[in-house]
Every structure is written in structure tokens, then in C-alpha cells.
């Protein structure tokens, strides 16, 4: 076994420990570093894979969230049943959505993303179709039920949602391995050589956005289900601008610093929060972090490693 | 029609100071392909700036009213430059070649670092800026009765883009800032020196979104340390909508922006305010994919 496994085995090691060892509020982070984490590892496929700037995640997010509400408040459907209904819808949105603008080049994209979010935020607010509840968005939302086991306490939601990062994270990065990473790859790195290659581009951009706008909406579910109430304020710009942040400052493209990223952008003023004197200027402090990490590491803490092709040394020689 | 014009006068004066502020990100953009998302942030200091120095310098008294304006206008223009100088040396300069989002996340802790500065230092308040600084009398153009205020704030900005149009076309300075913006490279070897330039554009396009930021003050008459994210956000929009890294660009992106809010919030809804702007946008984009005024780059084979 290398290195890297044994570092996977202790992370999980360590991770199994947490609801044993840590009280309910600390416990309680974690969780919420799970979201973020499940969050980003799905924006990571569409900014870190794709290469699209998406500034606007929350709105998928929000999707997602909304759609197990309802479902849940509205017709009575269990909130893990709701969990797949998240993600297609908040696919389909994100397919509706992209596919006007998916040829947009970078800050235009990044901008026409922003305003989507804003966009959805603001609908929310209105009561849209009257199904959102406006600005007190919707509560009563039911715990889980899982196998006929309730899902109320913090312990309990961290394997919930851990669980589910930890399936996420053995889908995308085989994801990462198939035909469709590798197209990702090559389309970030030199979109014009890519399409003249013959990888439908568009498609696989459209694909990537989709599947990136689905993860975030059963994310928004996993949070429907854990805060059994949700308002338009959970969904702001600046919820799509802490996930943006996380893939990069993590290392975009790496899942494990992806990860990474959430511990810190979500732990870390968390951990300010414990000290009385810093409470007020915890988030100067973190401002201040994010510069100089971005100047000292400036591919993020974990940069992606380039691809080893074993395969081919063998045919060589 | 009384209405229609009140609108459209108070869409074009905040429109002036979206352009304003709009000018300080396209300018970043056009020399380093950079959205400084610290923009905002640098705007809202130059309002609580100008709350300080007014209410500590006492210039009305001093001087009259229109030249105590434009003494604080040139003070507070001078130390936001210098702060936007300061954040380019510190947080920019380093990550030039580096890849692109890195320098945007840079911005944004630049962004949540500056916003900060403001709330520890003034408190998280909202700070209400002295009455009577101009005379509150309307003036009347043709049977128009427009406040004076909104006649100061939208004639002070369009002085101050034609002064920096005047002085991108026809100066030496603005040919290299020009230059810079077309090819760095190129620029560097016609004997340009690049990070002097980089470094004047983030004197100018700062101390232009401290004005805007006094301008917001006088105007609204109270200011909030978050304010720099929802201007900072507005004016970026209208930077894009007229075509990023175009200056003329800016100026027009910020009038049609905020004329746009202000007809959509009287007339269809003021609760759609945002999402309005925001949706012009987008079928502004769909249909010209690099902005009003933005010229169509064929990708690179």
C-alpha cells in the first residue's frame, strides 16, 4: 500500500471517531463541513473539471432544497424519498439554464451565473408560484427515516451526510478515470483542440453543468433535512461565493483538496468563534488568511497531480 | 409622464455611479484580465472616508459648500487610490502568473478583509451622513423639478469620465495603459514599464470608486459597511453588459443599468428590482455574447 491509501484509511479512521469523541454542537460543524464539502465536490466538477466559472451554485442548491420541501411538507413524501426528485429537478434547471449560455467564455459566464443565482434568491423571496413561502421560506420540514431509524440528532445526521460524501467521493473521482473525465480534462486544458479532436464539447459541457447542478440540489435536500426549515437567505450570493472559494483555495480539480478546502473555509471560523477576544474580527482574520494562502499557494493547498499513464510506459518498452 | 422623467433622472444619476464604479473594474480588467471583487469593498471606504473627513474636517464652513465638495472629493479620491495602490502591491503583484481564479479568490479575501477593516472600525451601524451639506432645493428643467443633488451627483460623474476618457485617448500615460491592456508582452518590449502602469490604473480606478462612493453617501444620505458587495456587484454587471475591459463600454453599461432599475422598480415591480437588472443581462449576453460595445475575439487555433 503507498502512502496515499494509508492517508485515506487514517482520514476515514479519524472521521469514524468524530460523533464518538465530540459533543453535539462540534458535531454539528462537521456536518455542516459535510455539506459544504458535498457542495463543492460538485461545483469542482463544473469549475475544477469543466473549467466553467460558476459563481451562482446556491441556486441549485436552493432547487434542490425547495423541491424536498415541498415534496416533503406539501404531499407527504418521506425527505429521503425526495433526495433523487432534488437532484433531477435541479439537473433540469441547470440544464435549462446553461444551455442559452454554455458558450459564454469565462467572466461572462462567471457574471450570467451570478444573476441566475440572484435571480432564483429573489423569486424565492416573492413567493414564486406560490409554493415558497416568501421570505420565511418553509418549515416543518419532517427528519429523515432511514430503514425505519429516525434521524434527529447531530451524531446521527454525521453519517447521513458523511455517508453520502463518502459515495460521492468513490463516484467522481472513477467518474474522474472514464471517458467523460478525461474529455473534461482535455476541454479545460484546450477547448479548440479538444473539439477538434471530435469530443462534442457542448455536450460534454452541458453534461458536466447538469450533473454538477444535481449533486448541489441533493445537497440542498441533505440541508432541507437537517435544518427542517429553509428561507431564501440560506441560498445568497455569498453561499455560491463561499463554494466557489472552497474549490479554489482547496486546489481546484483535486477532490481531497476539495475537502480539504471545506474543513478550512468552514472549520476555521468556527474555531475563531471558541475565542471570546477574536469574535468580532474573526472574519478580518479570515480575509486576511484567504490572501496570504492564495499568495504562498497560489494553485490552492492541493493542486491536482497530472495524469500518470501506466499503460503506456508498458507499450513503449 | 412627470413620473416617467423623475425615473429616468434618478436612473441616470445612479447609473452615473454605477459607471463610475463600473470604470474601476473594467480598467483592473483591461490591463490583467482580473476581477477585483475587492472593488466594492474600496468603493464603500471612500463613502465612510468622506462621512469621516466631513464630519471631522468641517470644510463647509471653511470654505462654502461647492468648494469644501470638491476639497473632499480630492482628498477622498487620493486615499482610496492609494488603498487600491496598496491591495495591487500586496495581494495582486504576486499572483500575476499564476492561474486566473487564484487572483480572484485573493480578491475576495481582499474583498471580506477590507469589509471588515470598515465594521471594526465604525462599528456595524448604519452611519448617517449630515444634512444640509448642499442646499435641498429642486431645480427646474423644463418644468422639471429635479433635486439638486441628483443634478450634482450625475454632473460630477460625467465630468470625471470625460476627464478619464480625455486622458486614456490623448495622453501618454493612457496610450500605455492602452497598450498594456492590448499585449503586456509586446508593451514591455516598446520600453513600457508594465507594473508602473498596472500600478497607476489601481490608483485611478479606486480613487474614481471612492468619489462614487462619497457620491452614494450624498445621494442616499446613509451608508453601511456592506454596501460594497451590492454596488460592487451592480457596477460589474454593468462593466460586463457594456463589454469588460472597454471603457467607453463602462460608462454606457452603468447608465443603461441603472435606468433600467430605476424604470423597472416604478413600473413593474420593486420587489423584481434585482432580478430585472439581472435578466437584461442575461438576454443581453445571449445575444451578444462579449457585451454592447465589446469587440468579438475569434478564438485563438
Known amino acids: 500500500m503507498n502512502r ?28 455542516n463541513i459535510g455539506l459544504y464539502a458535498l457542495l463543492a465536490l460538485s461545483l469542482n466538477i463544473i469549475l475544477g473539471d469543466a473549467g466553467m466559472y460558476n459563481m451562482g451554485h446556491a441556486a ?196 481531497a483538496g476539495v475537502i480539504l478546502g471545506a474543513f478550512l473555509i468552514v472549520g476555521l471560523p468556527e474555531l475563531f468563534r471558541e475565542f471570546k477576544a477574536f469574535s468580532q474580527a474573526r472574519m478580518w482574520f479570515f480575509g486576511l488568511a484567504m490572501m496570504i494562502m492564495m499568495v504562498f499557494r497560489t494553485e490552492g493547498i492541493l493542486p491536482p497531480r497530472p495524469r500518470v499513464f501506466k499503460d503506456i510506459d508498458r507499450n513503449v518498452s | ?141 423644463f418644468g422639471l423639478q429635479v433635486p439638486l443633488v441628483r443634478i450634482l451627483v450625475f454632473v460630477v460623474s460625467l465630468l470625471l469620465m470625460a476627464a478619464l476618457f480625455a486622458f486614456i485617448q490623448k495622453t501618454r500615460l493612457g496610450t500605455a495603459i492602452r497598450a498594456v491592456a492590448i499585449d503586456q508582452d509586446a508593451a514591455r518590449l516598446m520600453g513600457i514599464n508594465v507594473d508602473q502602469v498596472i500600478m497607476i490604473v489601481f490608483l485611478i480606478g479606486p480613487g474614481l470608486g471612492g468619489v462614487a462612493g462619497l457620491l452614494v453617501g450624498l445621494y442616499y444620505g446613509q451608508v453601511n459597511f456592506t454596501m460594497g458587495w451590492i454596488y460592487g456587484l451592480k457596477a460589474f454587471t454593468a462593466a460586463i453588459l457594456g463589454g469588460i475591459g472597454n471603457i467607453p463600454g463602462a460608462m454606457l453599461g452603468g447608465l443603461i443599468l441603472g435606468v433600467i432599475e430605476a424604470l423597472g422598480a416604478a413600473y413593474v415591480s420593486v420587489a423584481w428590482k434585482d432580478a430585472i437588472a439581472f435578466l437584461v443581462l442575461i438576454v443581453i449576453l445571449i445575444a451578444r455574447p462579449k457585451g454592447l460595445l465589446g469587440e468579438r475575439v475569434a478564438d485563438k487555433i
Not at chain 1, 227 to 246: A, D, L, R, Y
Open chain 2, 1 to 141: 409622464m412627470e413620473e416617467f422623467f423623475q425615473q429616468l433622472t434618478n436612473g441616470l444619476a445612479v447609473g452615473g455611479i454605477y459607471a463610475l464604479i463600473a470604470l474601476g473594474y473594467t480598467m483592473v480588467y483591461g490591463v490583467l484580465k482580473l476581477i477585483n471583487f475587492a472593488h466594492g469593498d474600496l468603493f464603500a471606504l471612500g463613502a465612510y472616508l468622506g462621512l469621516t473627513l466631513l464630519t471631522s474636517l468641517g470644510l463647509n464652513s471653511r470654505v462654502g459648500p461647492l468648494a469644501g465638495l470638491a476639497l473632499l472629493v480630492v482628498f477622498v479620491t487620493g486615499l482610496v487610490a492609494l488603498a487600491g495602490a496598496l491591495l495591487e502591491r500586496a495581494a495582486y503583484r504576486p499572483l500575476r502568473q499564476s492561474p486566473r481564479l487564484s487572483a480572484v479568490v485573493s480578491a475576495l479575501g481582499a474583498s471580506i478583509f477590507i469589509q471588515n477593516t470598515i465594521m471594526l472600525i465604525y462599528g456595524s451601524k448604519i452611519h448617517v451622513y449630515p444634512k444640509g451639506i448642499l442646499p435641498a432645493v429642486a431645480v427646474n428643467i
Open chain 1, 60 to 255: 441549485f442548491y436552493a432547487v434542490g432544497a425547495y423541491t424536498a420541501a415541498f415534496l416533503n411538507t406539501q404531499l407527504g413524501i418521506g425527505i429521503l424519498w425526495t433526495l433523487p426528485i432534488s437532484g433531477i429537478l435541479a439537473g433540469l434547471v441547470g440544464l435549462v439554464l446553461a444551455r442559452p449560455v454554455i458558450h459564454l467564455r469565462g467572466d461572462y459566464l462567471l457574471i450570467v451565473t451570478v444573476g441566475v443565482g440572484e435571480i432564483v434568491r429573489i423569486a424565492l423571496i416573492n413567493n414564486v408560484f406560490g409554493v415558497t413561502g416568501g421570505p420565511n421560506g418553509i418549515f416543518g420540514i419532517a427528519r429523515p427515516v432511514f430503514f425505519g431509524f429516525k434521524i434527529a440528532k447531530p451524531h446521527e445526521f454525521f453519517f447521513l451526510i458523511w455517508g453520502f460524501v463518502a459515495l460521492t467521493v468513490l463516484l467522481f473521482s472513477s467518474l474522474k478515470n472514464s471517458r467523460f473525465g478525461r474529455a473534461l480534462d482535455y476541454l479545460r486544458e484546450d477547448h479548440v483542440a479538444a473539439e477538434g479532436s471530435g469530443i462534442d464539447t457542448a455536450r460534454y459541457q452541458l453534461l458536466a453543468f447538469m450533473l454538477g447542478a444535481a449533486w448541489a440540489g441533493m445537497a440542498g435536500c441533505l440541508y432541507a433535512s437537517k435544518m427542517s426549515i429553509i428561507s431564501p437567505e440560506s441560498f445568497n450570493f455569498w453561499e455560491s461565493v463561499v463554494i466557489f472559494i472552497i474549490v479554489i483555495l482547496g486546489g481546484s480539480g483535486n477532490i
Open chain 1, 4 to 31: 496515499r491509501m494509508w492517508g485515506i484509511i487514517a482520514f476515514v479512521a479519524a472521521m469514524a471517531a468524530v460523533p464518538f469523541c465530540l459533543n453535539p454542537y462540534q458535531v454539528d460543524v462537521f456536518n
